[in-house]
């Protein structure tokens, strides 16, 4: 939640602690950490994650949205790679999808003046679609009684099974609203693949530190 006349963010660093469910067919949850930088104009992120496979055993997680290229890429010990997406059409909306769902953390770029257009759904559900270069992206966002986003869904996320990308209905949602600058944000959130015998939630975590750069006046 805004206030009228909040400066525009430029950029923003988040720390995150959490688990990672890195199980396709079974719950395997996984302590992670990680730090993000985002930056709004272009659009664009690069997330970097440390999760504890096993005591002294870490796998090293980068996923990122830079100059309209969506990039995943995972290695064990940094040493063995584990995966390594990017340059596709999929994998750049995949990640501006991202982008613009954690957009609940850095609100101004959810504005119409940061390229966001606005589609009423129902009574407490709007379309949001956001532009770069080539790609699009677009997700619902609810919205409860206080105004405040409940959390985003999309038809279609691309998905990684047995190594092939599967188009996958995707939700998140977001709760422990903090005032951190003269902002809402949830300081708490879980993103889910949604699959046809139920949610498969993938990503726990809480913000434990953000820090702003605000755009300069125009």
């Known amino acids: 939640m805004l206030r009228d006349g909040h400066p525009i963010i430029a950029a923003a660093l988040l720390s995150h602690e959490g688990s990672f469910n890195?199980?396709?067919?079974?719950?395997?949850?996984r302590p992670f950490?990680?730090?993000q930088r985002v930056v709004t104009r272009r659009p664009g992120f690069d997330w970097d994650a440390r999760i504890a496979m096993?005591?002294?055993l870490d796998a090293f997680v980068h996923d990122a949205y830079v100059a309209g290229e969506g990039i995943q890429h995972a290695e064990l010990l940094g040493l063995f790679?584990?995966?390594?997406?990017r340059g596709t059409p999929?994998?750049?909306q995949g990640e501006l999808m991202r982008y613009l769902a954690e957009a609940m953390w850095y609100p101004t770029a959810l504005l119409p003046s940061q390229?966001?257009?606005?589609?009423?759904?129902?009574?407490?559900?709007v379309r949001a679609t956001l532009t770069d270069g080539a790609t699009t992206a677009s997700l619902v966002f609810a919205f409860g009684?206080?105004?405040l986003i409940d959390g985003m869904s999309a038809a279609a996320r691309m998905r990684t099974v047995n190594g092939q990308q599967v188009a996958t209905p995707w939700c998140g949602r977001g709760w422990a609203y903090e005032v951190r600058d003269g902002m809402r944000i949830p300081i708490?959130?879980?993103?889910?693949?949604?699959?046809?015998?139920?949610?498969?939630?993938?990503w726990r975590a809480r913000i434990t530190s953000v820090t702003f750069e605000w755009a300069q006046s125009q």
Do not use: C, I
């Open 22 to 29: 890195m199980g396709e067919s079974k719950a395997n949850w």
């Open 33 to 35: 950490t990680s730090t």
């Open 54 to 56: 096993a005591p002294g």
């Open 81 to 85: 790679r584990l995966a390594d997406l």
């Open 90 to 92: 999929e994998m750049a």
């Open 115 to 125: 390229g966001v257009r606005w589609e009423a759904v129902d009574e407490s559900s």
């Open 145 to 147: 009684n206080d105004g």
């Open 188 to 202: 708490e959130g879980e993103v889910a693949w949604q699959l046809p015998e139920g949610p498969w939630p993938y």
